[in-house]
T-cell receptor, first 109, second 112 residues
Framework: QKEVEQDPGPLSVPEGAIVSLNCTYSNSAFQYFMWYRQYSRKGPELLMYTYSSGNKEDGRFTAQVDKSSKYISLFIRDSQPSDSATYLCAMRGSGKLIFGQGTELSVKP | ETGVTQTPRHLVMGMTNKKSLKCEQHLGHNAMYWYKQSAKKPLELMFVYSLEERVENNSVPSRFSPECPNSSHLFLHLHTLQPEDSALYLC???????????FGSGTRLTVV
């Protein structure tokens, strides 16, 4: 079993839709949870960071962590064509960062 | 310059060539990483350097040789590569006490 599982998609939605991206994990020692966004031909950039359980909101983006279920989510409200990218979840305990496979998102005008 | 800078952005090399990828971080971080990203596959961690010392080598073939001369610079020396080595090579850096990594834009490598 992989430490981090993420549906690779691709996911295609119309502009304005609410997008839900998810990851599950198996290591209960993970405490730091991140979402990276990667545009085509670019490196990943840190989008959201959450420590332990709970929600964090930044504009149209909301990150949720449920440690009891070992499940994290990223919600994008009012999605825009500029949100089209690959979204990677990442998490760590005291060791190195472990990445999910990435979900490819396309937002159609 | 800010962040993590990688050069060249694109590289085409023959299987018998020798080339090097360069990474420079301007963030004062104390750890640096090389990742390989192939199409439709997860990021593959290749090497980790902490305080200029290699602390991890994930069973990477010897045709890839890393070098970290100081905490700001990281190189990946390439020789006698195979076509399956064609991928996006990403450099990242981090600082103890900060959870995330900062990535460069990558070098798109094509082996012909």
């Amino acid at each position: 079993q992989k430490e981090v599982e993420q549906d690779p998609g691709p996911l295609s939605v119309p502009e304005g839709a609410i997008v839900s991206l998810n990851c599950t994990y198996s290591n209960s020692a993970f405490q730091y949870f991140m979402w990276y966004r990667q545009y085509s031909r670019k490196g990943p950039e840190l989008l959201m960071y959450t420590y332990s359980s709970g929600n964090k909101e930044d504009g149209r983006f909301t990150a949720q962590v449920d440690k009891s279920s070992k499940y994290i989510s990223l919600f994008i409200r009012d999605s825009q064509p500029s949100d089209s990218a690959t979204y990677l979840c990442a998490m760590r305990g005291s060791g190195k960062l472990i990445f999910g496979q990435g979900t490819e998102l396309s937002v159609k005008p | 310059e800010t962040g993590v800078t990688q050069t060249p952005r694109h590289l085409v090399m023959g299987m018998t060539n020798k080339k090097s990828l360069k990474c420079e971080q301007h963030l004062g971080h104390n750890a640096m990483y090389w990742y390989k990203q192939s199409a439709k596959k997860p990021l593959e961690l290749m090497f980790v350097y902490s305080l200029e010392e290699r602390v991890e080598n994930n069973s990477v073939p010897s045709r890839f040789s890393p070098e970290c001369p100081n905490s700001s610079h990281l190189f990946l020396h390439l020789h006698t590569l195979q076509p399956e080595d064609s991928a996006l090579y990403l450099c990242a850096s981090s600082q103890e006490g900060i959870a995330g990594y900062t990535f460069g834009s990558g070098t798109r490598l094509t082996v012909v």
